[in-house]
């Protein structure tokens, strides 16, 4: 089951070039195992991400590809927001908040 995870972001500033994480409080993270009431709706309104590892680096989340079941391919930016549940779960897997890379140019 994919993770809640709420976005935390300055308000009235926004630098992801209208990123995901600017239009929605919260996101849905598909690879992560946590609470999450609410997939089809979510996948519908296109508010669902993925949790990208990286060799070397803190992983980040990314928006999914078009097929919604993986990362997308395309170059991605941090925008300036970042991702962060109380799950217990969460906490299991990122280990703290994430920064968000919805930025597309």
């Known amino acids: 089951m994919p993770a809640t995870v709420d976005v935390y972001r300055t308000p009235g500033y926004d630098c992801t070039n209208n990123g995901i994480s600017c239009r929605f409080d919260s996101i849905i993270v598909l690879n992560v195992d946590a609470w999450c009431p609410d997939l089809e709706a979510a996948k519908a309104e296109g508010r669902v991400m993925w949790l990208k590892e990286r060799e070397d680096l803190p992983p980040v989340l990314v928006p999914c590809n078009e097929a919604i079941d993986g990362p997308t391919t395309r170059w991605t ?3 300036g927001n970042f991702a962060y549940s109380a799950d217990s779960r969460w ?13 597309i140019e």
């Open 77 to 79: 930016m941090f925008g």
């Open 91 to 103: 906490a299991e897997t990122a280990g703290g908040p994430i920064a968000i890379h919805d930025r």
